[in-house]
T-cell receptor, first 112, second 115 residues
Framework: QQPVQSPQAVILREGEDAVINCSSS?????VHWYRQKHGEAPVFLMI?????EQKGHEKISASFNEKKQQSSLYLTASQLSYSGTYFC?????????????FGKGTHLIIQP | NAGVMQNPRHLVRRRGQEARLRCSPM?????VYWYRQLPEEGLKFMVY????????ESGMPKERFSAEFPKEGPSILRIQQVVRGDSAAYFC?????????????FGEGSWLTVV
């Protein structure tokens, strides 16, 4: 079951903040976040495991609410280099088929 | 420290031909995954392999598509008798252990165009 990401797209000015959400209808064990620029490989940002932990990576952080089966990615004081498409990948609790299942992505455009 | 290597980066095939996409995982990684990506779509899981074994092929079309990861050499995704609908970017990813709770790293993709 593909996770649902919101918003589909967001346009920001440099320095503004953004939140990208990822929700699933299934109980989750882990959530993986990636950023992909056009024509390039998805680049790993962070992984969150069941336990509700919040992780940080420079000005990019994320939370995982296992009760709500949701994860959010927070981009603070966005930079031009943050532009791209953000994907969340989810792993169901208990495993199962489909491996890591990705959402359709959120397009982030940062303007100077 | 080379990342996941995929080749060819771009491949053009006529309808009915065969396409072979190759993937060399990162050094020390024995788990390989193939994903397909269409424009404005997410990454769609196809198959998960370990050396000489297919672990999960639930996302692979039943016909024309096959994958292998031999003891020696790269993983191969093979598409026989390609059709226009096979045109997409195919991404390979690898991990040291299984994907459960672990990071998987993607290659730069192979873009297949069927004419």
């Amino acid at each position: 079951q593909q996770p649902v990401q919101s918003p589909q797209a967001v346009i920001l000015r440099e320095g503004e903040d953004a939140v990208i959400n990822c929700s699933s209808s299934k109980a989750l064990y882990s959530v993986h976040w990636y950023r992909q620029k056009h024509g390039e490989a998805p680049v790993f940002l962070m992984i969150l495991l069941k336990g509700g932990e919040q992780k940080g990576h420079e000005k990019i952080s994320a939370s995982f609410n296992e009760k709500k089966q949701q994860s959010s990615l927070y981009l603070t004081a966005s930079q031009l280099s943050y532009s791209g498409t953000y994907f969340c990948g989810t792993e169901r609790e208990g495993g199962g088929a489909d491996g890591l299942t990705f959402g359709k992505g959120t397009h982030l455009i940062i303007q100077p | 420290n080379a990342g996941v290597m995929q080749n060819p980066r771009h491949l053009v095939r006529r309808r009915g031909q065969e396409a072979r996409l190759r993937c060399s995982p990162m050094k020390g990684h024995s788990h390989v995954y193939w994903y397909r990506q269409l424009p404005e779509e997410g990454l769609k899981f196809m198959v998960y392999l370990q050396k000489e074994n297919i672990i999960d092929e639930s996302g692979m079309p039943k016909e024309r598509f096959s994958a292998e990861f031999p003891k020696e050499g790269p993983s191969i995704l093979r598409i026989q008798q390609v059709v226009r609908g096979d045109s997409a970017a195919y991404f390979c990813a690898s991990s040291r252990q299984g994907y459960s709770g672990n990071t998987i790293y993607f290659g730069e993709g192979s873009w297949l165009t069927v004419v």
